[in-house]
């Protein structure tokens, strides 16, 4: 099983950037793909990159296209969310998510809050 821990919220004012981050740790998970989610209140969990751990191939939902950046570091098994020119509607609790390769999502971190100032 992996476990995943998020890190690196805050408030950020619009326009700015911040970084997030998800430590993994677990069973080996070369064949997984790593993803970033987020829940705004009142809002179902939706969908904003995903990365493949072994070969680094990304995906990102269409608003964040441009400003935001999936990677993953295998030295330090971690998975980051470069969040830059962030937006008012990007608030949200963001979650680091973990599928196989043919599966659904089935593994999720606690979550860390992104708070955007106008």
């Known amino acids: 099983q992996v476990q995943l821990v998020e890190s690196g919220g805050g408030l950020v004012q619009a326009g700015g950037s911040l970084r997030l981050s998800c430590a993994v740790s677990g069973r080996a998970f070369s064949s997984n793909v790593m993803g970033w989610f987020r829940q705004a209140p009142g809002k179902e969990r939706d969908f904003v990159a995903e990365?493949?751990?072994?070969?680094?191939?990304?995906n990102y939902v269409d608003s964040v296209k441009g400003r935001f950046t999936i990677s993953r570091d295998k030295a330090k098994n971690t998975v980051s969310l470069q969040m830059n020119n962030v937006k008012p509607e990007d608030a949200a609790v963001y979650y680091c998510?973990?599928?196989?390769?043919?599966?659904?999502?089935?593994?999720w971190g606690q979550g860390t809050q992104v708070t955007v100032s106008s």
């Open positions: 998510a973990s599928r196989y390769l043919n599966g659904a999502y089935n593994t």
């Open positions: 990365i493949t751990w072994n070969f680094g191939r990304t």
